[in-house]
T-cell receptor, first 113, second 114 residues
Framework: NAGVMQNPRHLVRRRGQEARLRCSPM?????VYWYRQLPEEGLKFMVY????????ESGMPKERFSAEFPKEGPSILRIQQVVRGDSAAYFC???????????FGPGTRLTVL | RKEVEQDPGPFNVPEGATVAFNCTYS??????FFWYRQDCRKEPKLLMS???SGNEDGRFTAQLNRASQYISLLIRDSKLSDSATYLC???????????????FGKGTKLSVKP
């Protein structure tokens, strides 16, 4: 049973470009969460999705960030017009239900030049 | 007050030592509690859930005190491979938010020396 998969593992973008981060949850998990970890900081919640629905986006910046989890395919975290401050590790987690233990993918390390 | 607070450490201990980590949380309505470990530049990995009755998994024992909003992790007979950052995690209960997302402490760094 494959774990949570994320790609790419490393992503380099120049300021103003777009970044797309992908996450495939564990088999049987329909709940997906995105977290961001800045250098030397703890993980911060960004958004919680179920298939085709955003359940909680209270941690998402108001501009430039969006997330989706379509009926088919992986969840996508999209960052438009990236800035240097977006450089961080972005982790995706999945769970079978709300309040259950969450299992994390290996993360995508975004570097903005 | 931070939602989840931990002593950042580092805790430097010799192999075989017993070490304890503490954590406090601010939201009394939190319902689920966990300890995760995170190795350098890796993803967090679930170590154990924490229950009110306390629970043990091998060398690891977790305790929860709801009245004091306090969580602990005890590691006995520490190994070199226990060196990592230990993250105290609680779920976010509804204050207009979902139950789904987790609130992470910044972590306590443990270094076990030979």
């Amino acid at each position: 049973n494959a774990g949570v998969m994320q790609n790419p593992r490393h992503l380099v973008r120049r300021r103003g470009q777009e970044a797309r981060l992908r996450c495939s949850p564990m088999k049987g998990h329909s709940h997906v969460y995105w977290y961001r970890q800045l250098p030397e900081e703890g993980l911060k919640f960004m958004v919680y999705l179920q298939k085709e629905n955003i359940i909680d986006e209270s941690g998402m910046p108001k501009e430039r960030f969006s997330a989706e989890f379509p009926k088919e395919g992986p969840s996508i975290l999209r960052i438009q017009q990236v800035v240097r401050g977006d450089s961080a590790a972005y982790f995706c987690a999945s769970s079978p239900g709300t309040g259950d233990e969450q299992f994390f993918g290996p993360g995508t390390r975004l570097t903005v030049l | 007050r931070k939602e989840v607070e931990q002593d950042p450490g580092p805790f430097n201990v010799p192999e075989g030592a017993t070490v304890a980590f503490n954590c406090t949380y601010s939201n009394s309505a939190s319902q689920s509690f966990f300890w995760y470990r995170q190795d350098c530049r890796k993803e967090p990995k679930l170590l154990m859930s924490v229950y009110s009755s306390g629970n043990e998994d091998g060398r690891f024992t977790a305790q929860l005190n709801r009245a004091s909003q306090y969580i602990s992790l005890l590691i006995r007979d520490s190994k070199l491979s226990d060196s990592a950052t230990y993250l105290c995690v609680v779920n976010k209960r509804n204050y207009g938010g979902s139950q789904g997302n987790l609130i992470f402490g910044k972590g306590t760094k443990l270094s076990v020396k030979p």
